[in-house]
């Protein structure tokens, strides 16, 4: 069913009409060109898709247009202020935490929720909280590595 869904997008109030049960990933990557957030399983299990609604990471290929409704969505484009990337997005370049960088959207927004509840994060805590989001190719030491050192650079701060 179509409808009027007013929402705030990385900081800005946007209004679509679309059909409430679409899945926000959707919008975000077809209706709006956010094409940051990627599309993995479909299925809840990747975290590719992950983005943040009302500052908790969710898996937006499981959440519809009517969940975000009057809510806060931020996306991995959201990150980047005045151009200048996210502390976060710097510690994954400087530290190689990538290699396809399929998975790395989806790891940083996951990230950005953690560091949010927990500033500094002891390695097996970055591996608790990150281990629902899968990377093929097999960069999880670096990932974890560019995660407390983001979280060392923000010295609490987001
Ligand atoms: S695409 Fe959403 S969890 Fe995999
Ligand atoms: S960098 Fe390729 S899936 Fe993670």
Not at 5 to 34: A, I, S, Y
Request: hydrophobic letters at 35%; charged letters at 25%; aromatic letters at 4%.
């Amino acid at each position: 069913m179509e409808d009027t869904v007013r929402f705030k997008l990385n900081g800005k109030p946007t209004k679509l009409t679309v059909d409430v049960d679409r899945k926000l990933l959707w919008v975000l990557r077809t209706d709006l060109e956010l094409t940051g957030t990627k599309y993995g399983c479909g299925e809840s299990h990747c975290g590719a898709c992950t983005v943040l609604v009302n500052n908790e990471a969710v898996r937006s290929c499981h959440v519809t247009m009517k969940d975000v409704a009057g809510k806060d969505v931020l996306t991995i484009e959201g990150l980047t202020k005045s151009g200048k990337l996210h502390p976060l997005q710097k510690a994954f370049v400087e530290h190689n935490a990538l290699q396809c960088g399929y998975c790395t959207p989806g790891m940083i927004m996951n990230a950005f929720a953690l560091l949010r509840r927990n500033p500094r994060p002891s390695s097996s805590e970055v591996v608790k909280e990150m281990d629902d989001n899968l990377c093929r190719c097999g960069a999880h030491n670096r990932i974890i590595r560019a995660i407390q050192a983001a979280g060392k650079e923000m010295k609490g701060g987001i």
